[in-house]
């Protein structure tokens, strides 16, 4: 059987970085291999992220780069072989050519664990391969597990399965309530999700052991692997332990995640990215869009050539109606009084505000 090879790519946001870190200094006994998909089009605070976290690591970030034979950058490469049509959130080609395929390139067909910073307070679910020999893992919430593998082993179909490997477990790990629930079959009222959460209410690494002996009976990538040690891990990490694993290990935050006071009629506020990846990003919302007006004129202009008559980033303006100093003064506005709503939470960053977490670092593709 091949080696499994374990591998973290690194977007340039917070909590990719973070979870790199995270892994090498709880679980150095694991040669991870860190990658990144380079666009082309970053922001130099990303780049300048990544070499500091390759520092810290002390192991070589891969750069993967698609058309590396062509003379302009990957973005703009691909752009122009689909005739200037840009990616929006139904068509994020950008996605698939720039980031998902060199990724899966990058592993071929060996059996590879894909570590994913989806934070403990997130409610969705991260990149999952549908080539079986990748498996994603979670380590920042309390349930590492990808939402394919616990459909396997929670499923109606595997239950006595699933019984049966817990009745051999030792009898450390034996419960009686644990046993009931997992022998409580799913039905309208009480579903997978139910049975997953009061499962791991009760004891986090009773489950992660069963699991990991119910992957023996699967051609997943830890099926290999005589023990795990993630399957003694029973931490949950939030947005402010993020933050304080990139200050306290030196790394730091990425610079665009710093607030930037401004004025407009009397009323104050702060703006900045809430998100890694590309400067002209289509997830980015109006706020920053104006932060880059502002912060980065020149990137904004670049931004703005690429718009044409039939293809601009925002379904209902283009950028250069939204420069126009009466729409930046009414989206900074607007901002003020959304914001005002969540005046309690007192963080230094911006993105303890952003709308909906899905949005915090663009595609989940972007950060696999």
Known sequence: MKKVRHVLGISGGKDSAALAIYMKDNYPELDIEYYTSDTGKELQ???????????????????LSAYEDSHISPFDHKLKTLGNF???PINRWCTKYLKLDMFERFVGSDPVVSYVGIRGDEHREGYISSKSNIQSIFPFRQNIWSEDV????LNSENQALALEMYDQMPNIYISERFREILATPLNSIFNRDQKLNQLLSLNVQE????????LKTTQYPLANEEDYPLLRDNSILKIDDIFEILKSSGVGVPAYYNKIEFEVNGKKGTYCRSRSGCYFCFFQQKIEWVWLYEQHPDLFYKAMNYETSSWK???????????????????????ILKTSRNSAIDSPYMIDNILDAEEEEGCAACFI
């Not at 616990?150 to 082993?153: D, F, N, R």
């Open 150 to 153: 616990i459909k396997k082993l």
């Open 45 to 63: 605070a990303t780049y300048d992220l990544i070499d500091r976290l390759e520092v810290y690591l002390g192991k070589k970030i891969v750069r």
């Open 207 to 214: 489950f992660n052991k069963l699991m990991f002996r119910f």
């Open 313 to 335: 980033w925002n379904q209902d303006e283009t950028l250069a109606e939204l420069s126009m100093p009466d729409r930046v003064e009414k989206i900074k506005e607007d901002y």
């Open 86 to 88: 840009l990616p929006d």
